[in-house]
Nanobody
């Protein structure tokens, strides 16, 4: 089982993108989920995460610009990204926290912020 991401692409600085991640229902409904990103030559870092109850946390650099959400009826998590900056160019990964069972990662989706 692997999460399926979509929504990446090329956007100008200041632009917006929405990422989506779909996971099979029996996993989605019971798991905290998150978005990570990894720029070339850098480590993979947490961007935002959301609990099964909808509590969201963000890294400071994206607060006020990014919004993480989940639609339990569609087994889908979203990341709305506004006012994107060139330094946020990275591969964005969907993460599913399975607790003691480990975790799942999506294949990643490229986000490029460039004039």
């Amino acid at each position: 089982v692997q999460p399926v991401e979509s929504g990446g692409g090329l956007v100008q600085p200041g632009g917006s993108l929405q990422l989506s991640c779909t996971v099979p229902g029996h996993i989605f409904s019971t798991s905290t989920m998150g978005w990570y990103r990894q720029a070339p030559g850098k480590q993979r870092d947490l961007v935002a995460r959301i609990t099964t109850g909808g509590k969201a946390d963000y890294v400071d650099s994206v607060k006020g610009r990014f919004t993480i959400s989940r639609d339990n009826a569609k087994n889908t998590m979203y990341l709305q990204m506004n006012d994107l900056k060139p330094e946020e160019t990275a591969v964005y990964y969907c993460h599913v926290d399975l607790g003691v069972l480990g975790d799942l990662w999506g294949q990643g989706t490229q986000v490029t912020v460039s004039p």
